[in-house]
């Protein structure tokens, strides 16, 4: 895959702009997080993943998109406070002119929970009116488990998903799911791809809370180390490897790594993934840490 391709395929998150986030918690400065969105754009990145809840980064980057395509994600708290149909739609496009933008290519959902209350359901209706007024292209949910999954798209006709993927984490793939997925002509978006930054350490440097998985690191680091590789590169080919993935969500702490992680693709790519994974939900799922 060129880069340009592979550009296309990223969609810039913006939870860690302007904040601590992930694993090493480290500051991105408002500076940083400029220089990262502006070496996005030059990268051939289109897309930003937004939320209501990721206050930080809203403030870094009101008024500065109108060349961007955005996937925005809603919590249940602001589900709450506008599932009125009046309060909703003002507080739509009241978001659209904050980031400068005139349509929103992808409304989420930011849990399945959301989408079962009665004020999920009411703004799920009004969402598909929107839609079909060319103001919001595809409508989704951002997931954490695949029996949240499975439930939801019997349940609702979504455009788009949103899932935790990465080599540890490998319950998506699991019973052919995201096939199953597919078939409903379902775009789906991978994020987590490296475990919130924890899968770019060393065995030998886990933070504390997690030096009981270390034999789990040492097997990873040792697939990392026969392959001549980097945690980067084979945490990119996994999810590469996965026809079904449309879309690949992933923050940076600086411009270098995402030069880096768009140049991984065109490396070679590993097979034998499936011994990585883990079932360890202490592990797998940040909920839980």
Not at 101 to 110: Q, R, V
Request: with cysteine; charged share 30%.
């Amino acid at each position: 895959m060129n880069k340009k391709k592979i550009s296309q395929k990223f969609i810039l998150g913006s939870a860690q702009l302007g904040s601590r986030y992930g694993i090493r918690k480290k500051f991105k400065s408002r500076e940083i997080s400029n220089q990262i969105i502006n070496r996005a754009k030059k990268k051939g990145i289109n897309t930003l993943d937004l939320a209501d809840s990721y206050s930080n980064s809203n403030n870094i980057l009101k008024k500065k998109l109108k060349n961007w395509k955005i996937c925005y994600k809603i919590s249940q708290k602001t589900l709450l406070k506008y599932s009125k149909g009046n309060d909703f739609i003002k507080f739509f496009f009241k978001t659209l002119k904050s980031y400068n933008i005139e349509s929103c290519e992808y409304f989420l959902f930011h849990n399945a929970y959301s989408l079962n209350t009665d004020p999920g359901k009411k703004v799920f209706e009004i969402l598909n009116i929107l839609k079909k007024s060319g103001f919001v292209k595809k409508i989704g949910v951002s997931f954490y488990s695949p029996k949240e999954i499975i439930n939801i798209t019997k349940k609702f006709q979504i455009d788009v998903v949103q899932i935790p993927v990465n080599v540890f984490d490998q319950r998506f793939l699991e019973q052919g799911l995201l096939k199953r997925i597919k078939r409903k002509k379902i775009e789906i978006h991978a994020r987590s791809i490296f475990l919130q930054g924890l899968l770019t350490y060393n065995y030998k440097n886990l933070p504390n809370k997690f030096k009981r998985f270390k034999k789990t690191f040492r097997k990873w680091d040792n697939f990392i180390e026969k392959n001549k590789s980097s945690a980067i590169n084979e945490s990119l080919q996994f999810i590469l490897n996965l026809n079904e993935v449309d879309k690949i969500v992933v923050g940076f702490d600086n411009p270098k790594q995402l030069s880096e992680l768009i140049n991984c693709s065109n490396r070679k790519k590993s097979t034998n993934y499936l011994k990585l994974k883990s079932k360890d939900l202490s592990l797998i799922d940040p909920r839980k840490w």
